[in-house]
């Protein structure tokens, strides 16, 4: 072989070393290059993944606290109606005890009425007051039942209030005191309580 020769076939082999060289180094490049894209995107995809979470627990948090705020409003609202309706009720009901007091049977209730002040007093001094609604037909009442009758300064719609000073005892079967005493118990969801 000749120095050419020999010289053509080392720059052969050396040129074919460094050919399997480079692809050699390119492949581990390759490979490395993918092992980084592989924990990029596992990496990304945790990352997203915790994005997600995080956003879909502050949506969560932030319907549950609009939804709180409504179900306050819907109470209030609910509230406010059921009081609207029961005072529209109760002026109903005084209006009914209004007309109940221009009729014979008021005075048939203020006569019993009286007639149980005095059983339930006995020998013991009573004191009996009727309603300044009832001022008209306090003489009437007075002289058919056979007790003094005083007329309060006070509306009480209707009824009686009479006192037992010697037993310290105050009976008040006024309508007023009735009808707040009712309105205090009324409940939309079964009317009285514990009905």
Request: hydrophobic share 35%; glycine share 4%; net charge negative.
């Amino acid at each position: 072989m000749t120095i050419d020769e020999k010289l053509q076939h080392f720059y052969d082999i050396s040129v074919e070393e460094a050919k399997e060289d480079a692809a050699k180094a390119i492949e581990e490049h390759r490979e490395h290059l993918a092992q980084m894209l592989e924990e990029h995107k596992s990496t990304r995809t945790q990352s997203a993944e915790a994005e997600v979470k995080a956003e879909a627990e502050h949506v969560r948090r932030e319907v549950n606290k609009a939804l709180s705020a409504e179900q306050i409003t819907l109470k209030r609202d609910w509230s406010r109606k059921q009081e609207e309706l029961k005072t529209d009720l109760f002026a109903k009901v005084r209006k009914k005890l209004e007309l109940f007091m221009s009729t014979p049977e008021y005075l048939d209730y203020l006569r019993r009425q009286i007639r149980e002040v005095k059983e339930f007093a006995g020998e013991d001094e009573i004191q009996i007051s009727l309603s300044l609604d009832d001022k008209d037909i306090a003489e009437k009442v007075s002289s058919e039942t056979g007790v003094a009758l005083s007329v309060s300064e006070e509306s009480f719609v209707g009824g009686i209030r009479a006192a037992i000073p010697h037993k310290n005892i105050l009976i008040d079967n006024s309508f007023l005191e009735g009808m707040e005493s009712l309105r205090r118990e009324f409940k939309f969801d079964g009317g009285l309580k514990h009905e």
